[in-house]
């Protein structure tokens, strides 16, 4: 390949959350036992290194000395319509239908704030993002959860029914849709978008579709904006990216919405400029443009093949080895979502227990608890294979076959 997704990086007083945070408390995974160095399998960012191009563009602003106010360069727009023209199929995009957004969830209360009064229910499927779960109660709305279903072949369906139900009997209005889905890790097909999208039109909701993971889709798998399965899906979806997912830039900050609808993108920026702290950072400007490069499309492209052959050999080996725990195969992001009650049922143990054992190995998964899974871990696979292959050895010695 040509881009290096194999060094092992040392991110340890680097800034890093993901191994600065251990043994703080809150969200974060105990610090291991002495002997032990940590795998960061918690946080959703990536242990790979950043693409050159971002570090070139950052670099040759940061030699410019001056860092006042400024406006988005015209190649901030031109850099994201090319990239969902070429990446995505999207015909039509324009400037005006883009807009800076401090983050996917900023965007998200933005929405709900010009639609919705607090109190008010949000049809939002379970498992769910712990951070829609967290600005939704935070900002005084009621989510109203709708179960996410495995079918026969462990795949993850949407229930059409339930939600009906849901939107009918409590006079839903407002809906957030996950694609590809955060932590199951579901690449919706078009027909299944088409159908949710049919029931929204119907109830009248106002869809946040939030797709800042939309470029990791792993081999075989296609992502299909939510926007662009029907005219009336492009009028009433907020649909929110960001590069941090894709290029490991959430230190930088910055998201964007596109939003065609002229009324719906005036209430949107209406309520997120009544903060006067959704303002763009230059250099986060030019990360994206530098991460929109030609370079970006092949790294991309390297990208999701690697993370596709982690997924595959984490998914084989989970089914081969950890006897009463499963996962369904994602098809999209770097996040296995892993269902230990059968093994916790059988041996007396509790998700705690898992946990605890895993982080005093250095296993640094997260509770799966946070998302709506009652005896689960979500676990990020965005590290070189010998790490993952690593963690997957001290899970089997010290905890599943202990």
Same mark, same amino acid.
């Given at each position: ?11 340890? /007083?680097?800034?890093? #959350?993901?191994?600065?945070?251990? /043994?703080?408390? =809150? ?32 670099? !040759? ?31 039509? @995009? ?16 933005? *929405? ?13 499927? *379970? ?18 959860? =709708?179960? @996410? ?7 993850? $369906? ?16 407002? !809906? ?8 199951? /890790? ?39 904006? *939510? ?7 492009? !009028? ?18 910055? =998201? ?31 990360? #994206? ?15 999701? $093949? ?26 999209? *992001? ?59 050895? $001290? ?8």
């Amino acid at each position: 390949m040509k881009y290096d997704f194999t060094s092992i990086l040392e991110r340890r /007083g680097q800034d890093a #959350l993901a191994l600065d945070a251990l /043994g703080t408390g =809150s969200m974060a995974p105990a610090a291991p036992e002495e002997g032990f160095d940590p795998i960061p399998m918690w946080v959703a960012d990536m242990n790979f290194p950043v693409l050159p191009t971002i570090q070139e563009h950052i670099i !040759a602003r940061t030699q410019q000395p001056h860092f006042g106010y400024f406006s988005p360069r015209d190649e901030y727009f031109s850099s994201i319509i090319r990239w969902h023209e070429q990446r995505n199929g999207v015909a039509g @995009l324009k400037p005006e239908h883009i807009g800076y957004e401090n983050g996917v969830l900023g965007g998200l209360i933005s *929405t709900l704030n010009a639609f919705m009064a607090p109190g008010d229910a949000v049809l939002v499927h *379970t498992p769910t993002y712990i951070g829609f779960t967290k600005s939704i109660t935070n900002a005084g709305f009621r989510m109203e959860l =709708s179960p @996410l279903k495995l079918d026969e072949q462990g795949v993850w $369906r949407m229930d059409f029914d339930d939600m009906e139900r849901r939107l009918a009997e409590q006079r839903i209005h407002a !809906a957030v849709f996950c694609s590809p889905h955060n932590p199951c /890790g579901r690449v919706w097909e078009r027909w299944e978008i088409e159908r949710a999208m049919e029931l929204f039109a119907k109830y009248d909701c106002v869809v946040v579709s939030d797709e800042i993971w939309s470029d990791i889709i792993l081999p075989g798998h296609t992502h299909t904006p *939510t926007q662009s399965v029907s005219d009336d899906a492009r !009028a009433r979806t907020v649909a929110l990216y960001a590069p941090s997912k894709t290029f490991n830039l959430a230190g930088l900050v910055g =998201s964007y919405h596109i939003i065609y609808n002229d009324y719906l993108r005036d209430r949107v920026t209406a309520q997120a400029s009544k903060c006067h702290y959704n303002d763009m950072n230059v250099l986060s400007m030019h990360a #994206l443009i530098g991460a929109y490069q030609p370079e970006g499309y092949e790294w991309v492209d390297e990208l999701c $093949r690697v993370l596709g052959q982690n997924v595959d050999w984490a998914c084989r080996s989970i089914a081969e080895h950890f006897d009463g725990v499963t996962c369904a195969h994602p098809e999209g *992001t770097y996040m296995l979502f892993v269902d230990c009650t059968e093994w916790c049922a059988r041996h007396g143990r509790s998700i705690d227990w898992v946990e605890q054992q895993a982080w005093r190995v250095g296993v640094d998964v997260q509770d799966g608890r946070m998302f709506h899974g009652p005896c689960h871990l979500r676990m990020n696979l965005a590290l070189p294979l010998a790490r993952v292959q690593e963690a997957f050895e $001290r899970l089997s010695t010290y905890v599943f076959n202990a």
